[in-house]
């Protein structure tokens, strides 16, 4: 998972913020330390294993094989205590951060009215600031458009992906500029263009089909082989 990790461009906290499983945890994952318990483990492998494209099965069968010895299963219910107590504590917590800011919105509400403002309360909540939209959200159909009319642009490569199933990508373009990062679904097929050369990794090779410059590449690999490709203008010649 480390070199899988690496391969994909990603730090420990990239990968954690995708997954949303603590850093600390994914660190001692990738020393072979899988004291958190074979429960947490197990759950913990797999969301890392499929969001980096790789086979979530495979992965873990070879975690039975390398921890037959030491794997200490932990009783669900044990876990099901403690994450309900954790849980219980969270919402406290939240309840009260809510509990504080209704507050705020009320005595500004009220300031205005008595300021004689002329506002509505409604007005007053809907200018609180609303957290943007993951920047990293692409709208795929105008990225495909923009793609093939660049495709008539000499020194252009273009590279049509397919999924088969779902697949981790990254594309960059010859500067290393990040031009897609993230999980194909199945059956969605993208197209990407740059200048000159394009460097393409999959998290599952055996997953997609690759067009490049127009000529059908078929499937690049096998089945959970994660594989780095290297496209130029011109002709699907790759290295």
């Known amino acids: 998972m480390a070199e899988a990790r690496e391969r994909a461009g990603l730090t420990v906290r990239q990968l954690s913020e995708r997954t949303r499983v603590r850093e600390s945890v994914i660190e001692r994952f990738e020393r072979d330390d899988f004291s958190v318990g074979d429960f947490y483990a197990r759950g913990h492998i ?24 030491i794997a200490s299963p932990v009783k669900a219910s044990a876990v099901f205590r403690r994450d309900v107590s954790e849980r219980a504590r969270w919402a406290t917590g939240w309840t ?44 795929e159909k105008g990225h495909e458009k923009k793609t093939l009319e660049e495709a008539l642009a000499p020194g252009t490569v273009v590279v049509k992906v397919t999924a088969r199933k779902p697949s981790y990508i990254n594309v960059r373009d010859a500067k290393g500029k990040e031009i897609f990062q993230g999980t194909l679904p199945e059956g969605r097929t993208s197209t990407y263009s740059a200048k000159d050369r394009m460097r ?15 000529k059908d590449l078929g499937t690049p690999g096998k089945d959970g082989q994660m594989i780095r490709r290297t496209f130029e203008a011109g002709g699907p010649s790759l290295r």
């Open 200 to 214: 393409v990794t999959i998290g599952d090779a055996g997953a997609v089909r690759l067009e490049v410059n127009g």
């Open 46 to 69: 797999r969301t890392i294993a499929s969001d980096l494209g790789l086979d979530a099965d495979e992965i873990l069968r070879q975690y039975e094989q390398e921890n037959a010895d």
């Open 96 to 139: 009260k951060a809510a509990a504080v800011a209704l507050a705020i919105v009320a005595v500004v509400v009220i300031a205005r009215m008595l300021g004689g403002s002329g506002e509505k309360a409604g007005t007053t909540a809907a200018q609180l600031p609303v957290t943007a939209p993951h920047q990293h959200a692409r709208n």
